[in-house]
């Protein structure tokens, strides 16, 4: 079985802040993980994905984050975040051999100015 | 462009009425998926098709019907034994099997309202 904690259902920061949103993953197989970005009433956006090799991974818009497989974690950073970056987020997690994701609850991050 | 479209993307029904959500794409995507948002739930897997002519229910599928009889459509029909379909609704498509690392590509969604 497969499953994804994340942790925080509202991050509120203010411009310019740097944010972390924060993922945990359950896995009894080695895991893929993805983080996806959802606008009111849209569908979702692929962020970035981790497969393998460097556990550090960038992704779209300036956001990156780190897999932390001794702590199952994989965590989404970005240094400074503008008003556009309100929006939905949601981890997911797939194990080797799985046929499908295993969303997260999802993060609501509200940047004001 | 390639991609995914659902339409339309607002739906009202009367409870007790079946009603079908339409799924197309044109990535040339052997898996697709349906996938139920809820405020607060996140996204929770309705069905999924990984080929043509098969498909396997997901964690709710109770109340819900598919068909894969093409490669690029996946509509979704949801039956009046669903008990709350009420939800925004979401397809999506990969390449491959998530579990080999492929990502899933999503439509913009159907917002279905039943009264």
């Known amino acids: 079985a497969q499953s994804v904690t994340q942790l925080d259902s509202q991050v509120p920061v203010f411009e310019e802040a740097p944010v972390e949103l924060r993922c945990n993953y359950s896995?009894?197989?080695?895991?893929?993980l993805f983080w996806y970005v959802q606008y009111p009433n849209q569908g979702l956006q692929l962020l970035l994905k981790?497969?393998?090799?460097?556990?550090l991974v960038k992704g779209i818009n300036g956001f990156e984050a780190e897999f932390n497989k001794s702590q199952t974690s994989f965590h989404l950073r970005k240094p400074s975040v503008h008003i556009s970056d309100t929006a939905e987020y949601f981890c997911?997690?797939?194990?080797?051999?799985?046929?499908?994701?295993?969303f997260g609850k999802g993060t609501m991050l509200l940047v004001s100015p | 462009d390639g991609g995914i479209t659902q339409s339309p993307k607002y739906l009202f029904r009367k409870e007790g009425q079946n009603v079908t959500l339409s799924c197309e794409q044109n990535?040339?995507?052997?898996?697709m998926y349906w996938y139920r948002q809820d405020p607060g739930q996140g996204l929770r897997l309705i069905y999924y098709?990984?080929?043509?002519?098969?498909?396997q229910k997901g964690d709710i599928a109770e109340g819900y019907s598919v068909s894969r009889e093409k490669k690029e459509s996946f509509p979704l029909t949801v039956t009046s034994a669903q008990k709350n379909p009420t939800a925004f609704y979401l397809c999506?498509?990969?390449?491959?099997?998530?579990?080999?690392?492929?990502?899933?590509?999503f439509g913009p969604g159907t917002r279905l309202t039943v009264t």
């Open positions: 098709s990984q080929i043509v002519n098969d498909f």
């Open positions: 896995s009894s197989v080695s895991v893929y």
């Open positions: 990535l040339n995507h052997d898996a």
């Open positions: 999506a498509s990969s390449s491959g099997a998530s579990g080999s690392g492929s990502e899933q590509y």
């Open positions: 981790y497969l393998s090799g460097s556990t």
């Open positions: 997911a997690v797939s194990g080797l051999g799985y046929s499908t994701l295993t």
